[in-house]
């Protein structure tokens, strides 16, 4: 096809375009009333008791195991449909330390909760609703092995989980829904011209009498 004739099915299906170009405009609407997304991180540190007794604290990694065990059964396909049926449907937990990668710290070990709401109130109730499953299962693994209440690992909060707006950038999403757009736009416009002009020649054809 010469640069003629592609300009010139271009401008008989002038429509197709227009078309494909009122769709384009509504996905740019649609990226611009998207609604915004806050998220909220907030960490945990987990204390040995000063007491004994707690089947848990063999050694000086357990600590960190236990974290690790909490963490898991978190973020479990269980654990994650029960927080949902509780309106929490998007949350990270995750086991950090207070030690370096190269020496890390086990005695000491952390956890971090990162809840996303569309709102800064929602994303706090579902840092908060997170953190009290926490130690609901932290308090029900030692009950389970009948620790001495005196001899419990607490989660004691480091810092709550703060809602900071995530923006992103916009002007990239309008940008890939106009390229979207226009990429498909002029394909589709010489398809339907190429369709079209068989389908008039078949009807002209069948009006001569022709097969």
């Not at 690790?68 to 029960?82: D, F, I, K």
């Not at 900071?164 to 940008?175: D, E, K, T």
């Not at 068989?198 to 022709?210: E, N």
Request: net charge positive.
């Amino acid at each position: 096809m010469s640069a003629l004739e592609f300009t010139a099915a271009l401008q008989r299906r002038w429509y197709v375009l227009a078309l494909a170009g009122l769709f384009t405009l509504v996905g740019m609407w649609a990226v611009h009333v998207r609604p915004l997304s806050y998220q909220g991180c907030g960490g945990l540190y987990f204390a040995a008791p000063y007491t004994e007794g707690n089947i848990y604290l063999e050694s000086p990694e357990s600590l960190a195991v236990v974290t690790g065990m909490v963490t898991q059964t978190m973020m479990s396909q269980p654990m994650q449909q029960r927080m949902g049926a509780s309106g929490v449907t998007d949350y990270v937990v995750t086991q950090t330390n207070t030690g370096e990668i190269r020496f890390p710290n086990y005695q000491q070990p952390t956890m971090q909760v990162c809840t996303t709401s569309t709102t800064p109130l929602g994303t706090v109730s579902a840092a908060q609703l997170v953190t009290s499953d926490i130690r609901s299962v932290l308090h029900q693994m030692q009950a389970a092995q009948h620790v001495p209440a005196d001899s419990f690992i607490t989660a004691t909060q480091l810092t709550p989980a703060v809602p900071v707006p995530i923006i992103g950038r916009p002007s990239l999403a309008y940008l890939g829904v106009l390229l979207i757009g226009a990429i498909a736009a002029v394909p589709l416009a010489l398809w339907s011209d190429s369709l079209f002009r068989y389908l008039g020649c078949r009807r002209r054809a069948a009006q001569r009498g022709y097969p």
